[in-house]
């Protein structure tokens, strides 16, 4: 049974992405990231020297800002600060920096579904932009479970309201990335085909959620080649501009 998109697109289709670093002049970093109307601005400050409570003298510490549109920040932020704080804290190399603190902000711009995903690209692109240390790239998804059980890639607001669940995805990107050869290895292990973060919301069975992943890391691949075609596209634009 196939499922009808109001915008025309498959199951497995991502909506539109657009990306574009170096686009704030006070952070050390910045990015912003747009999937199709949903767009996020991240923003990095440091690595600042340790001055708080939860820094280690031996690792690095990140935390994350979140700052809705409009309105206060609620409960569903401080999840979405929390989780986008461990998912940077794996894919960041926590040794080089010790004792210090590097700040993610993230400034939601416009929210049209699959928001969380969006804010970690975002957030991502923008510690490149600053030179943050990192293992790997990452890049993020939403799938969404629908009533009939088809799984929805990339839901826009409205199809989110109609999902009986959904899942948050986080991948390592592809080896086909833009960091230097081994640099996907983690601790000896090559981690091209794990999963960095996993959030689920609503019911769903152990094979649902295993369909989320397959479908959720086949899609990766295109966000994987947008990632290192920006990117690469940035480094000839900085190597023209020098």
């Known amino acids: 049974m196939e499922i009808d998109r109001e915008d025309g697109r498959t199951p497995n289709q991502l909506r539109p992405l657009a990306c574009s670093r170096n686009i704030l002049h006070r952070p050390h970093g910045s990015a912003s990231w747009s999937q199709g109307d949903t767009k996020v601005l991240a923003a990095v400050y440091g690595p600042k020297a340790g001055t708080k409570k939860n820094e280690n003298a031996e690792k ?75 293992k790997h790239l990452a890049v993020a998804i939403c799938c969404c479970l629908a009533d009939n059980g088809y799984v929805v890639l990339d839901p826009n607001k409205l199809e989110e309201k109609k999902m009986s669940a959904f899942a948050y995805l986080v991948f390592p990107n592809t080896t086909l ?66």
């Open 177 to 242: 990335s833009v960091l230097p050869e081994g640099s996907l290895v983690a601790e000896g292990e090559p981690v091209e085909h794990g999963i960095i973060t996993s959030v689920t919301h609503g019911v769903m069975s152990v094979d649902d959620y295993f369909l989320c992943v397959e479908n959720g890391r086949a899609a990766t691949a295109s966000l994987s080649a947008f990632f290192r075609k920006n990117f690469q596209q940035s480094q000839r634009d900085s190597s023209k501009a020098g």
């Open 60 to 134: 690095a510490c990140f935390e994350v800002i979140w700052k809705p549109k409009t309105g206060q920040i609620g409960k569903v932020e401080k999840e979405y600060e929390m989780i986008l704080k461990r998912t940077i804290q794996s894919i960041c190399v926590l040794t080089v920096n010790p004792n210090t603190t590097t700040s993610v902000i993230i400034q939601v711009v416009h929210d049209d579904g699959s928001l969380l995903p969006c804010a970690i690209n975002a957030a991502c692109a923008a510690l490149v932009d600053a030179g943050i240390p990192m």
